[in-house]
């Protein structure tokens, strides 16, 4: 069984990191680790939100992992609170990750704004990271940051190719742009793999809404289906859909609100798009 380990923050309502990426890789089969670095009580579009800091206790548990000689198949970082978070997710990679596949989403921008409590300085050092990972999926508004260009709502075709190029650059190879709309009644991912030099692309429906969590759902899904042996455009198929289902499902209950999708009742089509494909 393959072991992943993320790391994240625990938001203890909304349906997003930590409790987004541990339920969707345990039912994708995968053994999952999890390195917390904050439990917060709810993630930060909420109004009251209460925030206890775990960067201290970072070392001891990657100290205490090396003495047991635990090993992973896959480092995943998700959104980090601190500078500090991120130089101790480099120590992650560094200490952990000679043989691992390396995913770091750089969660910290939507909608051509930073998240609250981010600074440029912060979108720096998240570009340093970039540089241990395999493969990095931002989306529009992070690859602008991460590019130092100014964030539009829509690029040509041939311009996200030119930043998917300059992506894979920043990383070791593979830049994944999540949430593009190359249609207005389509949402999906471009990639770019340096060492094919091929570009995939995969689709979905454009559900009529947003919602919050959908990015950190994105990136698990990817993970485990590339985990589970699926190829670069396999994988992204993969997430589109089940993101998709996830978002059509919560349009379905009268009542649903915006910070969470219901991606409970997807799990089991998730579990049928993942045995399908290796039946074949
Ligand atoms: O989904 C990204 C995310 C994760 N964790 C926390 C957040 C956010 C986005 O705002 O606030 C705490």
């Keep these: 069984m393959k072991r992943i ?8 309502v ?30 930060t579009m909420f109004e009251h939100v209460s925030f206890f800091d775990l960067t201290d206790q970072i070392p001891s548990i990657l100290h205490a992992w090396k003495e047991e000689h635990f090993a992973f198949s896959a480092i995943y970082t998700g959104y980090l609170g601190s500078a500090k978070q991120i130089s101790y997710a480099g120590d992650l990679m560094d200490q952990f990750g000679e043989d691992a596949l390396i995913l770091v989403d750089p969660c910290m921008a939507d909608h051509g704004r930073l998240y609250r409590g981010f600074t440029m300085d912060f979108a720096e050092q998240m570009k340093q ?17 991460l590019l130092n260009i100014p964030y539009q709502e829509s690029f040509s075709e041939e311009d996200l190719h030119a930043m998917l190029r300059k992506l894979a650059d920043l990383c070791r190879g593979t830049a994944v742009l999540t949430g593009i709309s190359t249609k207005p009644e389509t949402i999906g991912a471009i990639a770019y793999s340096r060492s094919e030099d091929a570009f ?9 809404q947003q919602f919050h969590g959908t990015g950190d759902l994105w990136a698990s899904t990817f993970l485990g289906a590339l985990c589970s042996g ?4 396999e994988a ?20 649903h609100n915006l910070y969470g999708v219901n991606f409970e009742q997807a799990l089991p089509d998730l579990i049928e798009m993942m045995q399908k494909k290796a039946d074949n």
């Design 5 to 12: 380990v993320t790391m994240q923050d625990i938001s203890c």
């Design 14 to 43: 909304g349906k997003c990191s930590l409790t987004a990426a541990l339920p969707v890789l345990s039912a994708m089969g995968l053994e999952t680790a999890v390195l917390p670095t904050a439990v917060l009580s709810s993630h």
């Design 129 to 145: 990271l970039c540089r241990k990972a395999s493969i990095i999926c931002p989306n529009l508004t992070e690859a602008c940051l």
């Design 200 to 208: 995939h692309i995969a689709m979905t429906e454009k559900e009529p």
């Design 230 to 233: 699926r190829r670069l455009q």
């Design 236 to 255: 992204m198929q993969t997430a589109c859909v089940f993101v998709q289902k996830s978002i059509a499902l919560t349009l379905q209950e009268p009542d």
